[in-house]
């Protein structure tokens, strides 16, 4: 076979070819390709049979995830299987209406934060059995690579990657603006000076918050003091009663207010309505930044069509720096199989074909993260990636000195509590409220939600 890894992401990002062909004539091209070329055989599964799959993505990640599953139907004739892709928000708003109507899919990509109430709700089939009964391969997978998918004594999902939260960055942007940032060191006051020397010379705005994303700077902010996201019982925020923690989190608010008065900061209201990234304020050129997870750099640099840097989010500045920061590398996201899942042993299958075939891994390789069985990084080490893949794992190297140990996973609750937070942080952001009553609205709202 010859289809070399980073094609997919070479194509993508050739100048108005997503605009012209679409994302599904684009699957189409490239699926001819690759299966013109390939010729690989399988494990065979007896016709008629039939799995559905769940993920949220963006267009180089679908694309390609749509190349992967035809593989999997290739390597077992008779196997059908259906997709379905959404962004990250409408992705668990689609699920829950799903598992209201008892018609969740076979098979879904898992997520950290929503790992333990998709658990506690009896929803994610332990994987151990189906190791057990040679359905998935774990021989090459360290227990630390396990750990992220373990609760309760459970397997209940595998790790597609690791990854961690920072800032993406317009290269060209930054250069204009005669701005140079060292993020391994960097705080949130110089994030101010460089946001408002960028915007005074280049007119580009900063995005401030996004959707799903503006509760990431708290957890970071509380971490940096040692302080979790969340009590251990998870019916509270870990942080509310802790003075640091609540001055650092006022520090960012005033930041970002500093910035809207400005005119440098991004409208706090459309910042948070979800695009697709093609339609970002910084794939379109109008902020200079956006906060994203590392996995997703590429996606971003196709749909920006141009050179982006990530790089580590800023530390608090009011009590001095230290490191680690609040960063943490996570599972990107996992993979799971769902208990009312039809053919379980199918599901087992196709998970085991999703994380450790390598043919697989070269058709997205590290998009959801850089992967953690042993033999696929061994295969990585050989593969020849383009300048964007490459970036990644250099700054998953690099940053590495700043990473401080994950927390456990999210309350149940936590997914409902977060959007608590979204009224109070933009009536502050607007300016309706002072950065200290938007502080005390939050954290009565998120722990009325975690207390029930």
Known sequence: MSFEPGALQNFLSRGGIMKKLGLVLIVLLLSALFFS??????????????????WWGNPTRDAGTLIMVKLFEQQNPGVTVETETTGFGGYWDNLTAQAAAGNLPDVMQQDY???????????LEDLQPYASKGLIDLSNWSEAGLAGGRLGGKLIGLNLGVNTFGIETDVG?????????????????????????????????????????????????????????????GRSLGYTNNAQVTAAIKEWLDVMVRLRAAGALYDPEDSLIAVPQPESPLAQGKTWNNWNWSNQHVGWVNSAGRPLAFRVTPAPSATGMKAPFGTYQKPSMLISMLTTAKDKDLAAK?????????????????????????????????????????????????????????NPPDPSRAGEARREMESPLLDCLLGRITSDAAITRMNQAVNAVLSR
């Open 113 to 123: 934060a929503y790992i333990v109430q998709y658990n506690d709700n009896g929803r």
């Open 173 to 233: 942007v930054l250069q204009q603006a005669g701005v140079t940032i060292n993020d391994l060191t960097w705080t949130w006051l110089d994030f101010e000076r460089a946001a408002l020397q960028i915007f005074q010379r280049t007119g580009k705005q900063t995005m401030g918050i996004g959707p799903d994303t503006y509760y990431q700077f708290f957890e970071n902010i509380a971490r940096y003091f040692d302080v979790p996201m969340y009590s251990t019982d």
């Open 350 to 406: 196709f998970i085991n074909f999703f994380v450790n075939d390598v043919d697989a891994a070269r058709i997205l390789p590290g998009e959801r993260g850089v992967p953690v069985p042993t033999h696929i990084l061994e295969a990585l080490s050989t593969w020849n990636f383009d300048a964007n893949m490459k970036h990644t794992f250099e700054y998953m190297t690099r940053a590495n000195g700043v990473f401080s140990p994950i």
């Open 37 to 54: 070329a390939c010729s690989k055989g399988g494990q065979q599964t007896s016709g008629g049979d039939y799995l559905r799959f769940a």
